[in-house]
């Protein structure tokens, strides 16, 4: 005779879900077009975007990159968190600053918080 296998009980299968969704929308991602397509929505607010570093350069842990997510680039401002290497994957959490906008082009940075 085989022994019974406890189920989880329906409540505790919603309750771990609900927990994943709140876990996957602390780490959502932003595209950078969005970024860039609506800089006063964002302007002063910590956001997360992740891509490719494209271009960087630093010195003593302080530096500045740019960064490709296939939507658009931005650049990301590190202070005392080094820059990563040209190529290498990233995920950075910082503060979008809208600089300026000319002949329709929005330029902005991001100054990183956490990578």
């Given at each position: 005779?085989?022994?019974?296998?406890?189920?989880?009980?329906?409540?505790r299968?919603?309750?771990m879900?609900?927990?994943?969704?709140?876990?996957?929308?602390?780490c959502?991602?932003?595209p950078?077009?969005?970024?860039?397509?609506?800089?006063?929505?964002?302007?002063?607010?910590?956001?997360r975007?992740?891509?490719t570093?494209t271009?960087a350069?630093?010195?003593?842990?302080?530096?500045?990159?740019e960064l490709?997510?296939?939507?658009?680039t931005?650049?990301?401002?590190?202070?005392?968190q080094?820059v990563?290497?040209?190529?290498?994957?990233?995920r950075v959490?910082?503060?979008?600053?809208?600089?300026?906008?000319?002949?329709?082009?929005?330029?902005?940075?991001?100054?990183q918080?956490?990578?």
């Open positions: 005779m085989k022994a019974a296998v406890p189920t989880p009980s329906r409540p299968h919603i309750a879900a609900g927990l994943a969704l709140l876990l996957a929308a602390g959502a991602t932003t950078i077009r969005q970024l860039l397509a609506e800089p006063g929505r964002y302007d002063g607010q910590t956001v975007v992740q891509g570093v271009r350069a630093g010195v003593l842990g302080t530096g500045a990159y490709d997510d296939g939507t658009g931005i650049v990301v401002v590190s202070r005392g080094g990563p290497a040209q190529g290498a994957r990233t959490k910082g503060t979008f600053q809208s600089v300026f906008s000319f002949m329709g082009r929005n330029i902005a940075a991001i100054l918080t956490e990578s």
